[in-house]
């Protein structure tokens, strides 16, 4: 078990390393951030009663319990610390139970002594370790800056056992789904479906008097996110909700080890689709293949982008009335979005986010090269008529046309949303600018990835993943930490072209297409003289 843990502690320790750096980080920054942008009682009292007047904006934000600067804290960064958790963890347990079975290293093992049980033990013993250590960091970086101990111990217990919990879901998928990528996409969607529920039982619940808290309604208790939010850090500070994520993972963990035991390896308890017995004429050449490989999630992505692009422009006059009658959030969005008027602001800010986006979807395809190399598979294609450039080229070209067809979503459905409101013809420009800037800015991370896949292939997905991370942590959340500016423009996404006051303002926009086309040339040159490096 020892060597297991060993093992499995020396493939993951940069990865956890940075998945803990962030989601500690931002636990730290968040209360200088509150601190600085929302300093006196009434302006935390006008951001949560207007926030509570709109149900869209609550679905996405924490459960508000009060407006002292602990409460506060919890509503603005408890959501997103426990989905770092969340991710973190389920990724750990899909890479070393079904992701080792798809490499044939859980075969290796099971015949040794070990068996075929221990590695998942091992993996959980890990998933456990790792949210301890996340959960105790956080709680210290909070009372580190000064903010009452026991809510930041509180707050640092539901972020691990959220994790725990999703542990216990990333243990049950790869029992589940025959593959890694099914796994992997089966406990996202569960994850972004139990966050939708725990904001539709916040939306739904009872506001106090005074517009400050929400007694929650009955679906929160069906959402880990739920149980975290129930304990109310700072507030109520109850500790039994905490225990909820803790027990579900546990149990999930026990029933994922007992079905195990009743199944094939490399087998799962939902069927492969039966494919085709002849391929179709389009699957005739190597960008196809990428293509139909990677198609499904681009929809996905594409159809998140359209949920943003219809989002910026039709909160407008929501945001109008916040700002106006809240300037520390007029000064957070120009901060961030650094655009005219309030339109143009949100337009920016939401658009952010589809740079964000555009970029997770853009890596998520140039990491499936690695995968195709680590699990064999380019081999088949690389044997015929097919350079190792081109192969490269096909991942870096589909990724290139997902972010221009996840911009395209995005930008349509913000045209639809001026025009069903009869916005301003200047608001068109403002998104076409912002819309093509983003995905510019999207386009950096397909380079990043391709140059790490070509330099340093093993640790592609960790350090590219990262890349995303880092840049939406400073170009997104930076200037509500109160980070200095210079730090904010390392993020691609904080200095793309917009348009502020009637003026294109093109930023940084040589910068961004001098890094897309050197970084194209340098993958590419660099991929000619490379080996395949199957090893994962």
Request: aromatic residues 8%.
């Amino acid at each position: 078990m020892i060597t297991l843990l060993k093992q499995r502690l020396r493939r993951d320790w940069l990865q956890l390393l940075l998945w803990i750096l962030a989601t500690v980080l931002m636990a730290a920054a968040g209360f200088a951030g509150v601190t600085q942008s929302y300093s006196t009682h009434a302006d935390r009292v006008d951001v949560l009663a207007a926030v509570m007047a709109n149900p869209v904006i609550m679905m996405f934000r924490g459960l508000p319990s009060g407006a002292s600067e602990g409460a506060f804290l919890s509503f603005e960064i408890l959501p997103w610390l426990t989905m770092l958790a969340a991710l973190m963890s389920t990724f750990l347990a899909v890479r070393h139970t079904r992701g080792d079975e798809e490499a044939g290293r859980s075969e290796l093992v099971a015949a040794t002594p070990a068996g075929r049980f221990r590695p998942t033990v091992a993996t959980l013993i890990l998933g456990l370790a790792a949210n301890l250590v996340l959960g105790l960091l956080v709680a210290a970086s909070l009372i580190g800056s000064g903010v009452d101990a026991e809510g930041s111990w509180l707050t640092g217990a539901v972020t691990a056992t959220t994790g725990i919990a999703f542990l216990g879901i990333g243990l049950m998928a790869a029992q589940l789904m025959r593959t890694s990528r099914g796994a992997n996409a089966l406990t996202v969607w569960i994850l972004v479906a139990t966050f939708l529920v725990n904001g539709i039982g916040n939306v739904a619940g009872t506001p106090s008097d005074d517009l400050t808290s929400i007694e929650s309604a009955w679906p929160v208790w069906l959402s880990p996110f739920g149980w975290a939010e129930q304990a109310r850090p700072y507030d109520a500070n109850d500790w039994w909700p905490a225990l909820f994520g803790l027990a579900f993972g546990l149990v999930l963990a026990a029933v994922a080890i007992a079905l195990q035991s009743v199944r094939d390896m490399g087998e799962g308890f939902v069927p492969a689709r039966v494919g085709r017995r002849y391929a179709r004429g389009t699957l005739a050449s190597p960008h196809a293949l990428v293509w139909r490989l990677t198609y499904s999630g681009i929809i996905g992505w594409a159809v998140g982008g359209a949920l943003l692009g219809i989002l910026a422009t039709t909160l407008s006059g929501l945001a109008g009335e916040i700002s106006g009658s809240n300037p520390a959030v007029e000064d957070i969005l120009n901060k961030i979005a650094q655009a005219g008027s309030i339109d143009e602001t949100l337009i920016t800010v939401f658009f952010t986010m589809l740079g964000v986006l555009a970029a997770c979807a853009a890596v998520q395809i140039v990491v499936r090269a690695r995968q195709e190399e680590a699990h064999g598979t380019a081999e088949n294609v690389l044997a015929q008529p097919v350079g190792r450039v081109r192969w490269l080229a096909d991942y870096v070209l589909v990724a290139t046309v997902a972010v221009l067809i996840i911009a395209g979503a995005a930008m349509g459905a913000a045209y639809l949303g001026l025009v069903a409101n009869e916005g301003e013809a200047e608001l068109f420009r403002v998104v076409t600018v912002v819309g093509l800037g983003q995905a510019l800015a999207a386009c950096v991370f397909i380079l990043i990835a391709a140059v790490l896949f070509v330099l340093i292939p093993r640790a592609t997905i960790p350090l590219a993943w990262a890349a995303v991370l880092l840049a939406t942590v400073f170009g997104m959340f930076g200037p509500l930490f109160g980070l200095p500016e210079w730090t904010t423009r390392f993020s691609p996404f904080a200095v793309s072209p917009i348009v502020a006051n009637g003026d294109v303002d093109l930023r940084g926009l040589w910068w961004l297409v001098l890094a897309v086309v050197v970084g194209a040339v340098a993958s590419l040159s660099l991929m000619r003289r490379r080996e395949l490096h199957p090893v994962a």
